[in-house]
């Protein structure tokens, strides 16, 4: 179902992922200090299941932390894997947005 122009996860992201391509893939830490994201819909956490012990854990306990979901890819302006976006809003924007989604 199509958000609603007053949908409290709508913050300008037009600006920045308007007609983007888009990659569904895991999760993957860039490093020690980029070890997570949210989505930049509605904040939900993506974790890397290999980055750690304490990642792993964190993913059983708490089932609604993400493994996969959608990422820019080389194409944007700031880099593969930089936006990251769930399953749910992806489905709740992909037509408002324009989302092309290409395989990897």
């Known amino acids: 179902m199509a958000a609603?122009?007053?949908?409290?996860?709508l913050t300008a992201q037009e600006k920045y992922?308007?007609?983007?391509e888009l990659l569904r893939k895991p999760y993957r830490a860039r490093g020690a200090s980029?070890?997570?994201?949210?989505c930049s819909?509605?904040?939900?956490?993506?974790?890397?299941?290999n980055f750690s012990d304490e990642h792993r854990e964190?993913?059983?306990n708490d089932p609604e932390v993400l493994i996969e979901g959608?990422?820019?890819t080389a194409t944007h302006p700031m880099g593969a894997d930089y936006y990251w976006i769930c399953p749910t809003?992806?489905?709740?924007?992909?037509?408002?947005?324009?989302?092309?989604v290409v395989d990897a």
């Open 70 to 72: 959608y990422a820019t």
């Open 17 to 20: 992922l308007l007609e983007v």
């Open 41 to 49: 819909f509605c904040w939900a956490t993506f974790m890397d299941p």
């Open 34 to 38: 980029w070890e997570h994201d949210h």
């Open 89 to 100: 809003c992806f489905e709740d924007f992909v037509g408002r947005f324009k989302w092309r």
């Open 58 to 60: 964190a993913i059983a």
């Open 4 to 9: 609603a122009d007053d949908d409290w996860r």
